[in-house]
């Protein structure tokens, strides 16, 4: 009986065993693309998902795997069950962390467009993924909050700023900036097509597509 070599917590159950199956080099040189986690982040209405959706469509368009995982899809399903206390924050970003590198360890590019605010739950994602050895991608996408409080295409900032919501990120929860990311686009000074330009770019300099 063995754990996963690559875990970062121990499991609950004790009667399981690792199967080892078809190794990543092997997977790689098979479907000839490697597999790679882009973690948006960011505020509410920053641009994540608009930029994650064009950027999975330029993508496709160019013949390579790539799959999104957006931050409200995901709590239709996979976290129905999670609400916004900083405790389920960090829940929510786990299991998206380790979905995330699943669908990467299969040759995707993997795109996960989260607020995820905590500069600690982003640094749990990216150990989850270093611990596989699937390169992470941080990618910082920035808009002041006079901006994306002037964009409020759900009207969350107004709810926010009405008592409405509560531990709302940016008004009445805090965002942590990354400190460090792979890339940073400001989307209030660069359109999509321009900050996708720069993603692919990177993409292909680092030879994951």
Not at 62 to 85: E, I, P, Q, W
Not at 87 to 101: H, L, P, S, T, Y
Request: glycine content about 6%; aromatic content about 8%; overall charge neutral.
């Amino acid at each position: 009986m063995s754990a996963a070599p690559n875990s970062t917590s121990e499991p609950v159950s004790k009667n399981i065993v690792w199967h080892e199956g078809v190794t990543q080099t092997q997977r790689e040189e098979l479907v000839g693309q490697k597999g790679v986690t882009i973690w948006f982040t960011g505020l509410s209405a920053s641009g994540k998902s608009t930029l994650a959706c064009a950027l999975e469509l330029e993508l496709l368009q160019k013949g390579k795997r790539a799959f999104r995982l957006d931050g409200d899809n995901v709590r239709f399903g996979l976290n129905k069950d999670l609400g916004f206390s900083p405790k389920d924050r960090e829940e929510n970003i786990r299991r998206v962390g380790e979905v995330a590198k699943l669908v990467a360890s299969s040759c995707t590019t993997t795109l996960t467009a989260f607020i995820s605010p905590y500069l600690a739950d982003r640094a749990l994602a990216r150990k989850i993924h270093d611990e596989s050895k699937i390169p992470f991608l941080e990618v910082f996408v920035d808009a002041p909050l006079a901006e994306v409080e002037k964009r409020d295409p759900k009207g969350l900032y107004a709810k926010a700023r009405a008592g409405v919501i509560k531990e709302f990120t940016g008004v009445s929860a805090p965002y942590e900036a990354p400190e460090s990311p792979e890339l940073h686009i400001k989307t209030a000074e660069v359109d999509i097509e321009t900050g996708v330009q720069i993603i692919v770019d990177y993409l292909e300099k680092h030879k994951f597509i």
